[in-house]
Structure formats: C-alpha cells, structure tokens
C-alpha cells in the first residue's frame, strides 16, 4: 500500500485527530472491529507518518479502552505495570515516578502525553504517579518503549507514555462513572467523574466535550520504616487527591481543548526521614491547545499547533514550613508540521518547534526549600528552538525510517539527534531495527541548581522480531543496548539541606522483552517478561548497589506478568492479573565513613482480580468489584538511586466497587 492511500486511510477508519494524540491531541473515534484487530489499529505515537501498529518504526505496546476496564486497572500505574520494561521507585516528598529497563526515568527521561500536551511539569521535568488521571476517560495508551527525542524533544529519552482520552470522538453521549475503595485499615480511592460529548448534527464538523473528575485515596495504609530507625503510619497521611477537568471545542479540523489537573499529597517522609508530622506537597497544572490542519492538495498536509502550559509543582505554600517551595514555571509553545506525499512510496515531513519557558518565585526566598533562581533571580526566561525531518520509504525491500532533530537552547546550546529503522516483514514473522540517539534537557531547577549542567546524552540500539501464531495468537521478542553518556545526577547533602544536579559518569544497560497474546470468543490473555543487567561502563555511584553489580538501585532485573480476561457469561467476565517482581536493592545515604546501608527486598507476587457485568437491567450500566493484592503482600518500591530514602509502601491491598453507567441517544445508532 503506497504512502497516499495509507495517509488518508487514517482518516477512513476515524483515527487521523487525536488517535495521533501526539501530533493533533484530538481523537476521533476508532471502530470497535478495528481494535479488535491487530492491523487495522492505527498509530502515529513513534512515527510521523501514520502506520499499522506492528509497522510503526519503534517497540509500541498498546493498551485498549476496553483492556483497561476489564482489568480493573485503577490508574496508570495500574497499567503500566504491565507493560514490559517499566517499573516505579519512590522519591522526595514521597512521590513515586517510572524506571524503565533497569534506569531510573523521573526527570526528563519519560515523557507522558495527555491528548498531545506534554504533562511533565517545566521545573524538574518529573511526573508523578498514582490515581492521578482518571482511567475512566481514557481511549487507547500507546507507549513506546524506546526513545522519543527524534519527535518529542529533551524529555523523551528513555519512553514516551501516551494517552488518549474520550475527547472529541465524532459521537454524542454522557458518561458518569463512580469509584469506591477500602484499604485494609483505611479509606482507598474514591472517585467521581463525569464526561459529555456532543456532535452538532445541525452545523456538521462541529463538536464539543466536557469532563470533570474529583477524588480522594491514599498512597498506602501501611507503616514506612525509614533508614534511621523511625517509622510513621501512612493510614491517613500519604493522601492522593485529584481534580481534574477538561473541555474542547472543534469545528472540522479546527480544534481547541483545555486540561486542567491538580493532585493535592501528604506524606509522611520528604527526603529521608520520617516527619514529626505529614507534609503537604500540591502539583497543579493548566493546558491550553489550539491546532489546525491545511491541505494544499491530496499529497500536502500541514499541521500548526499552539501550547501554553501553566504550572506549580512540589508546592507547600505555608511559609511557616521547612518545606515551603512556592515557583510558577510557563510555557508557550508553537509547532509547525508539514507532510508530503511525495510518491506512493514515500513521505516526507518537516517542521519546526519554538518554545519559551519561563520560572517564578511565588513567595520569598530564603525560607523553607525556596532559593532564588541561578542564586539570586526571582524570575528566569529560555528559548528553544527545534527542527526536524524524517523520510519514511515503504518499498519491496524493505520499510525504512530516517529521522533526525537538532534544537538549540538559549542556555545550554545545541543538540542533534538522529534515527534509522528498518522493518520487513515475511509473511507472519515481522522485524525490526532499531538505531537512535535521544537526550534529556535539563529543566527550570535543574539548571538553577546545576553546575553548568548540560544535556544527558543516549544511544540505543533495538532488534524485535513479531510471529503471528495464528489467529488471534502473538509473541513478540525484542532485545535492547541503551548507553547514557553524561547522565544529570542529583544530589542533596542532609547537614546543609541543599540539593544540586551535575553530569557524571556514564550509564548502561542491556536485555530482553517477550510478549505473548492471545484472544479468541472466549476472551483475552497476555503474557510478558523483561529482563536487563547493567551493561558496558557504568561508573555512577548514585545508581550502583555495593556488592551487586547486576542490579542498578531499586529497579528489578526480573519482572514477569500474566493477565486476561474470561468470559464467564456474554455479559459477566472474570479479569485475574499476577506480576511477579524480583529481586531488588534499596541503598541508604553513605554514613561518615562512606558505608551504605544495603536493603535487599525479596522477589514479591501481586495478584489482584476483577469481575465485570455489563448492561445490568439497562443498556449502558456497568458494575464492576475487585481485589487488589489479594495475598497482602508487603509491597514497596525503593529509590532508584542512592539518596537516603528508605522503600515506600505501595499497592495496598484494596476491595473496590466502580459503576459506570455511558447513555447513548438513541438516534446515534440509526
């Protein structure tokens, strides 16, 4: 199939707006029979060019709307907790972020995308994780396990996690969706979220969405066992409290949407220690988006897209706090993309990315952990401008993709980084080969903090090869070399409480992924592995265990995971997920002497279950119940570097009853 017809085949099957979040972040919407089948899913999430799922130029794992609500899942943790390669680690203030492949990813080296706005906040690049967005509204999340930077720039180097919600869908419906959880000692999520969408029949193009989602939760109700001999109940004091609200207007290809997503925390530990008292940490954020899309003639497409993002992150506005941080950051945004179709075989696409960020203090400086920017500003302005290419040939040979994207920065200069993917396919055995270079950009506060710090530069080589068993049957296997050079290490010195970021070193590692699906009348089931070890030179203290050099801090080498779906009746169905997680090692701050204490936590087996009936008495109206951590286990993830936090209690176990009930008018189905 030549390049025109699979241009605008997208459009065919509904998926060519915000399906392709990353280019559009807007959605239309995706047939059930096309998610059902593998080839005719859609996907932009790793390429340019819009492609098959299993042609798309990177390793893509995509999980459906209808594969979210039958497992259960209750955030994204939930979900990426199956994908292979990611794990979580726990930081300050008792966040918890993603580690993938063995390296810690929080700052700058996962990107996750919220219907083509860029969610990681603009002062240390970092997301936070755990009944954060509300899965409910959530379409299709695509992530690709690899690097992103070609497309995405400085805070794609590792993965990019991307997120389509309800949106515009090109449908009218109302759906409400209420959520309650008990933990074992305590209350657990609790939620309430409510969408419309609404196609104007009488002006045709025009449509508009709402939502809006508040909860309640609790990280854990678990005790934390600090490094020093302290321990603090988290029953009541690790609070996860969302809000979050969208809105979005489009009229043919004109579109703009709105985001606004607020998570109120406490926790009992904000660096290493257990707090006389829990500690209240607020990160809130507003997104703006307005796009277009232009079409010359049948073989040009150009797409311009304006951002602005407004944000405070780890904030603690009371000034009587020792932890009082009160910053602003903004950033406005403005890409241009243009594709063309030069021959049936090929496309070419180009564009330019200028942004301007800009950080504020909020209140003074010189209390709590609230410095002045650069040492003595109140306020700090950059630019960044980017440019970027890729030529995508489909041919008898082979498929090849060839990118590249050079940016430069007002503060810390130039960066180039290029990509080469070659995919053939054989019948029902598929392969690919993977080359990329990627980097982190340092943020706001990593370079107030920093010293002269710079880009962390990566390369990764990838080989994936794909069998399609028969039908309904897949596995997949991939093997991966990643290389940090320069890697942006943070530091925080205890006795003085200032913190610092600087290039050091070099970071490495190598391994395998293997995927099996299956599905069929009967239902569905995934099976996965991952598997890495620290590979060529890794001379970063921060990340190495003492005694165990085939581990890196708090990430699991080994990490198993079997999930599914039976169904039990046409309208009952029974969902079980077990993830086996091995080993890992949680390392203290060195002491005066410069010894660490190494914590070794043993292999743990979480199991969670699910049921599902759908219409119960009326179309529409969904009950679901499950168990989570059936066995109790003891689940906690450690800091994926060597910075003094002793492992966070995570994945409580949690009895929990959602009922969602989506009203369709009735001339929707005519």
Same mark, same amino acid.
Do not use: C
């Given at each position: 199939?030549?390049?025109? +017809?699979?241009?605008?085949?997208?459009?065919?099957?509904?998926?060519?707006?915000?399906?392709?979040?990353?280019?559009?972040?807007?959605?239309?919407?995706?047939?059930?029979?096309?998610?059902?089948?593998?080839?005719?899913?859609?996907?932009?999430?790793?390429?340019?060019?819009?492609?098959?799922?299993?042609?798309?130029?990177?390793?893509?794992?995509?999980?459906?709307?209808?594969?979210?609500?039958?497992?259960?899942?209750?955030?994204?943790?939930?979900?990426?907790?199956?994908?292979?390669?990611?794990?979580?680690?726990?930081?300050?203030?008792?966040?918890?972020?993603?580690?993938?492949?063995?390296?810690?990813?929080?700052?700058?080296?996962?990107?996750?995308?919220?219907?083509?706005?860029?969610?990681?906040?603009?002062?240390?690049?970092?997301? *936070?994780?755990?009944?954060?967005?509300?899965?409910?509204?959530?379409?299709?999340?695509?992530?690709?396990?690899?690097?992103?930077?070609?497309?995405?720039?400085?805070?794609?180097?590792?993965?990019?996690?991307?997120? #389509?919600?309800?949106?515009?869908?090109?449908?009218?419906?109302?759906?409400?969706?209420?959520?309650?959880?008990?933990?074992?000692?305590?209350?657990?999520?609790?939620?309430?979220?409510?969408?419309?969408?609404?196609?104007?029949?009488?002006?045709?193009?025009?449509?508009?969405?709402?939502?809006?989602?508040?909860?309640?939760?609790?990280?854990?109700?678990?005790?934390?066992?600090?490094?020093?001999?302290?321990?603090?109940?988290?029953?009541?004091? +690790?609070?996860?409290?969302?809000?979050?609200?969208?809105?979005?207007?489009?009229?043919?290809?004109? *579109?703009?949407?709105?985001?606004?997503?607020?998570?109120?925390?406490?926790?009992?530990?904000?660096?290493?220690?257990?707090?006389?008292?829990?500690?209240?940490?607020?990160?809130?954020?507003?997104?703006?988006?307005?796009?277009?899309?232009?079409?010359?003639?049948?073989?040009?497409? #150009?797409?311009?897209?304006?951002?602005?993002?407004?944000?405070?992150?780890?904030?603690?506005?009371?000034?009587?706090?020792?932890?009082?941080?009160?910053?602003?950051?903004?950033?406005?945004?403005?890409?241009?993309?243009?594709?063309?179709?030069?021959?049936?075989?090929?496309?070419?696409?180009?564009?330019?990315?200028?942004?301007?960020?800009?950080?504020?203090?909020?209140?003074?400086?010189? #209390?709590? *952990?609230?410095?002045?920017?650069?040492?003595?500003?109140?306020?700090?302005?950059?630019?960044?401008?980017?440019?970027?290419?890729?030529?995508?040939?489909?041919?008898? #040979?082979?498929?090849?993709?060839?990118?590249?994207?050079?940016?430069?920065?007002?503060?810390?200069?130039?960066?180039?980084?290029?990509?080469?993917?070659?995919?053939?396919?054989?019948?029902?055995?598929?392969?690919?080969?993977?080359?990329?270079?990627?980097?982190?950009?340092?943020?706001?506060?990593?370079?107030?903090?920093?010293?002269?710090?710079?880009?962390?530069?990566?390369?990764?080589?990838?080989?994936?090869?794909?069998?399609?068993?028969?039908?309904? *049957?897949?596995?997949?296997?991939?093997?991966?070399?990643?290389?940090?050079?320069?890697?942006?290490?943070?530091?925080?010195?205890?006795?003085?409480? +200032?913190?610092?970021?600087?290039?050091?070193?070099?970071?490495?590692?190598?391994?395998?992924?293997?995927?099996?699906?299956?599905?069929?009348?009967?239902?569905?089931?995934?099976?996965?592995?991952?598997?890495?070890?620290?590979?060529?030179?890794?001379?970063?203290?921060?990340?190495?265990?003492?005694?165990?050099?085939?581990?890196?801090?708090?990430?699991?080498?080994?990490?198993?995971?079997?999930?599914?779906?039976?169904?039990?009746?046409?309208?009952?169905?029974?969902?079980?997920?077990?993830?086996?997680?091995?080993?890992?090692?949680?390392?203290?701050?060195?002491?005066?002497?410069?010894?660490?204490?190494?914590?070794?936590?043993?292999?743990?087996?979480?199991?969670?279950?699910?049921?599902?009936?759908?219409?119960?008495?009326?179309?529409?109206?969904?009950?679901?119940?499950?168990?989570?951590?059936?066995?109790?286990?003891?689940?906690?993830?450690?800091?994926?570097?060597?910075?003094?936090?002793?492992?966070?209690?995570?994945?409580?176990?949690?009895?929990?009853?959602?009922?969602?009930?989506?009203?369709?008018?009735?001339?929707?189905?005519?």
């Amino acid at each position: 199939m030549g390049f025109t +017809s699979r241009w605008w085949l997208g459009r065919r099957v509904g998926v060519s707006l915000a399906l392709l979040g990353s280019v559009t972040g807007f959605a239309q919407e995706v047939p059930t029979e096309a998610l059902e089948e593998e080839p005719e899913v859609h996907s932009q999430v790793a390429s340019f060019a819009i492609t098959k799922l299993h042609d798309s130029p990177a390793v893509v794992t995509a999980v459906t709307a209808e594969e979210i609500r039958a497992s259960g899942a209750r955030d994204l943790m939930d979900v990426l907790l199956l994908v292979p390669g990611f794990f979580f680690g726990v930081d300050v203030s008792g966040t918890v972020g993603p580690g993938f492949r063995g390296l810690w990813g929080q700052e700058g080296k996962v990107l996750l995308i919220i219907d083509g706005k860029e969610m990681n906040e603009q002062l240390y690049s970092t997301m *936070q994780l755990g009944h954060e967005f509300p899965v409910e509204l959530i379409e299709r999340i695509e992530v690709v396990r690899g690097p992103g930077s070609v497309i995405y720039g400085g805070n794609a180097e590792l993965a990019v996690i991307n997120v #389509i919600t309800r949106g515009i869908q090109g449908s009218t419906d109302v759906l409400a969706v209420g959520t309650w959880g008990q933990l074992s000692h305590g209350n657990g999520r609790r939620s309430l979220t409510l969408s419309g969408r609404k196609v104007f029949e009488g002006v045709p193009g025009l449509s508009a969405f709402a939502s809006a989602s508040l909860g309640q939760g609790q990280r854990s109700d678990a005790v934390f066992d600090d490094f020093f001999g302290g321990s603090a109940s988290m029953n009541g004091a +690790s609070r996860l409290d969302p809000t979050v609200v969208q809105a979005g207007v489009g009229y043919r290809d004109l *579109q703009l949407s709105l985001l606004y997503q607020r998570q109120d925390t406490t926790s009992v530990v904000s660096v290493d220690e257990v707090l006389p008292a829990p500690a209240e940490t607020d990160f809130e954020s507003f997104h703006a988006e307005l796009s277009d899309r232009f079409r010359p003639t049948d073989r040009i497409e #150009i797409i311009p897209r304006l951002n602005l993002t407004l944000g405070e992150s780890y904030r603690d506005s009371d000034p009587d706090s020792d932890f009082f941080y009160d910053k602003r950051y903004r950033r406005l945004r403005g890409r241009a993309l243009a594709r063309w179709a030069a021959f049936d075989f090929l496309q070419l696409t180009g564009g330019v990315d200028l942004a301007f960020d800009q950080g504020e203090l909020r209140g003074p400086a010189g #209390i709590g *952990q609230q410095e002045p920017f650069n040492g003595d500003q109140e306020s700090v302005s950059y630019r960044n401008v980017a440019g970027f290419v890729e030529a995508y040939s489909d041919n008898p #040979i082979a498929t090849v993709v060839a990118g590249a994207r050079f940016e430069d920065h007002s503060f810390f200069g130039s960066s180039f980084v290029p990509r080469l993917v070659l995919l053939k396919s054989f019948g029902p055995v598929s392969g690919k080969a993977l080359f990329s270079r990627a980097f982190r950009a340092p943020g706001i506060e990593n370079i107030s903090l920093g010293d002269d710090v710079r880009p962390e530069r990566t390369t990764v080589f990838e080989l994936e090869g794909t069998v399609r068993l028969g039908e309904g *049957q897949t596995v997949s296997a991939n093997v991966f070399d990643v290389g940090v050079t320069d890697p942006i290490i943070y530091s925080y010195d205890a006795d003085t409480g +200032s913190e610092a970021y600087r290039n050091l070193g070099r970071l490495g590692s190598r391994g395998v992924e293997l995927d099996y699906r299956v599905r069929g009348t009967w239902g569905r089931a995934q099976v996965g592995y991952s598997f890495y070890r620290p590979a060529g030179r890794n001379d970063v203290e921060d990340y190495l265990v003492p005694g165990e050099p085939g581990a890196f801090t708090g990430l699991p080498t080994h990490k198993a995971t079997l999930t599914g779906t039976a169904k039990v009746l046409p309208w009952l169905s029974v969902s079980p997920t077990a993830v086996l997680v091995g080993q890992r090692f949680a390392v203290g701050a060195p002491d005066d002497e410069g010894v660490s204490e190494v914590q070794t936590l043993s292999p743990r087996l979480l199991l969670n279950l699910f049921v599902r009936a759908e219409d119960v008495g009326t179309k529409g109206l969904e009950i679901g119940a499950g168990v989570y951590n059936l066995m109790g286990s003891d689940f906690r993830v450690a800091q994926p570097y060597n910075g003094g936090h002793a492992p966070l209690p995570v994945f409580a176990r949690e009895f929990l009853v959602r009922l969602t009930y989506l009203f369709e008018p009735a001339y929707d189905d005519e």
